[in-house]
T-cell receptor, first 113, second 115 residues
Framework: DTEVTQTPKHLVMGMTNKKSLKCEQHMGHRAMYWYKQKAKKPPELMFVYSYEKLSINESVPSRFSPECPNSSLLNLHLHALQPEDSALYLC????????????FGEGSWLTVV | AQSVTQLDSHVSVSEGTPVLLRCNYSSSYSPSLFWYVQHPNKGLQLLLKYTSAATLVKGINGFEAEFKKSETSFHLTKPSAHMSDAAEYFCVVSDLRGGADGLTFGKGTHLIIQP
């Protein structure tokens, strides 16, 4: 079972709202990732968690705050977003961070109004 | 440093005809190479991967790709296109570091299937 589950599938939020995106995998993977994808572009890496510790933050603005409560869950907390943050947010996981295949979820469509 | 070039931003074929999506890469190391497919409003699905075993790699849904080191290519093919193949395809190279921080995505090829 190579499944990464993301909720919600769609989210509309105002610029003053606080919301969260959630991601879950039960494949025993120890690395989890957040990507941002704009229309007609490849995904861009935001964060990497390895063994529940943040290992990479690709200079993402602080209005995006990741959290890894345990090895199966990954959250992305959103606060004071801008309209240009509207995008598809993809969660992914892999067995480790060294040469392993990365499996993606279906994504959460975020619209900031 | 590594890079990926998908040579066509759009490819249009008729249903039942062969598909060829071209990808060239550069890498300082022996890379791992992947093809992912993204259907409209969906996440990325792994089609196939090359990790230095057989140079001809078979994937899901009848797709395959051949790793040619001399040409630094990893082209994706399918003998007969189906309407359900219409999607965006990404060629991805992974260096020795592996993981997401070692991934480099191509810009994508939009595959259009004509009835």
């Amino acid at each position: 079972d190579t499944e990464v589950t993301q909720t919600p599938k769609h989210l509309v939020m105002g610029m003053t709202n606080k919301k969260s995106l959630k991601c879950e995998q039960h494949m025993g993977h120890r690395a989890m990732y957040w990507y941002k994808q704009k229309a007609k572009k490849p995904p861009e890496l935001m964060f990497v968690y390895s063994y529940e510790k943040l290992s990479i933050n690709e200079s993402v603005p602080s209005r995006f705050s990741p959290e890894c409560p345990n090895s199966s869950l990954l959250n992305l907390h959103l606060h004071a977003l801008q309209p240009e943050d509207s995008a598809l947010y993809l969660c992914a996981s892999s067995q480790g961070t060294g040469g392993n295949t990365i499996y993606f979820g279906e994504g959460s469509w975020l619209t900031v109004v | 440093a590594q890079s990926v070039t998908q040579l066509d931003s759009h490819v249009s074929v008729s249903e039942g005809t062969p598909v060829l999506l071209r990808c060239n890469y550069s890498s300082s190391y022996s890379p791992s190479l992947f093809w992912y497919v993204q259907h409209p409003n969906k996440g990325l699905q792994l089609l196939l991967k090359y990790t230095s075993a057989a140079t001809l790699v078979k994937g899901i849904n009848g797709f395959e790709a051949e790793f040619k080191k001399s040409e630094t290519s990893f082209h994706l093919t399918k003998p007969s296109a189906h309407m359900s193949d219409a999607a965006e395809y990404f060629c991805v190279v992974s260096d020795l570091r592996g993981g997401a921080d070692g991934l480099t995505f191509g810009k994508g090829t939009h595959l259009i299937i004509q009835p």
